[in-house]
């Protein structure tokens, strides 16, 4: 089956710095997806992105659907200590049996020291 | 987004026994999935909530174990049965309303002694 690729599994930055992480596929994908875990909590969707090349915003993240539909990235500006969670990317396919499935990446726990 | 209520939040568990999830959706929508989140693990599909009609099982799930409702277009239940120790995780839903992504609930932290 499709398998997602994330990295890094972890980061440790300071507050003010930027961050990146991404994710690979064996397979393509119709829509890119970015969520935040928070502990105790459900995973909340970041970004969702619809088409290969297209380049989103949503404050101070950044995303990418890479043009070989195989690939997301991830940026994080300025970090904040809010900003500490597990990030997860997920693929979905638009079509057939496997139509509104979600695969996910295996996440990057960010912490943000102060 | 909708907004999505999982009962119980939490429980702790004796080996043998089932636990029935329910997920709860303040409007209609088209899909609704579970997924299991094992401790320090990413999330994996367990199965589609068909409404009307059986679900669909993701491999490496069945129905005997893991079965699930969805009488209507609102409300979805998941049951873990004969449990064990090994069913310790979280268990979360998910909806999509028709061409939207999907949304998350909060999750059922389930511990199996």
């Known amino acids: 089956g499709q398998q997602l690729n994330q990295s890094p599994q972890s980061m440790f930055i300071q507050e003010g710095e930027d961050v990146s992480m991404n994710c690979t596929s064996s397979s393509i994908f119709n829509t890119w997806l970015w969520y935040k875990q928070d502990p105790g909590e459900g995973p909340v969707l970041l970004i969702a992105?619809?088409?290969?090349?297209e380049l989103t915003s949503n404050g101070r993240l950044t995303a990418q659907f890479g043009i070989t539909r195989k690939d997301s990235f991830l940026n994080i500006s300025a970090s904040i200590p809010s900003d500490v969670g597990i990030y997860f990317c997920?693929?979905?396919?638009?079509?057939?049996?496997?139509?509104?499935?979600?695969?996910f990446g295996q996440g990057t726990i960010l912490t943000v020291h102060p | 987004s909708a907004v999505i209520s999982q009962k119980p939040s939490r429980d702790i568990c004796q080996r043998g026994t089932s636990l029935t999830i329910q997920c709860q959706v303040d409007?209609?929508?088209?899909?609704m999935f579970w997924y299991r989140q094992q401790p320090g693990q990413s999330l994996t599909l367990i199965a589609t909530a068909n409404q009307g009609s059986e679900a669909t099982y993701e491999s490496g799930f069945v129905i005997d174990k893991f079965p699930i409702s969805r009488p209507n277009l609102t409300f979805s239940t998941l049951t873990v049965s004969n449990m064990s120790p090994e069913d310790s995780s979280i268990y979360l839903c998910?909806?999509?309303?028709?061409?939207?992504?999907?949304?998350f609930g909060p999750g059922t932290r389930l511990l199996v002694l």
């Open positions: 998910s909806v999509a309303k028709a061409g939207e992504t999907q949304y």
């Open positions: 409007s209609q929508v088209t899909m």
């Open positions: 997920a693929g979905q396919n638009a079509g057939g049996t496997s139509y509104g499935k979600l695969t």
């Open positions: 992105l619809y088409k290969a090349g």
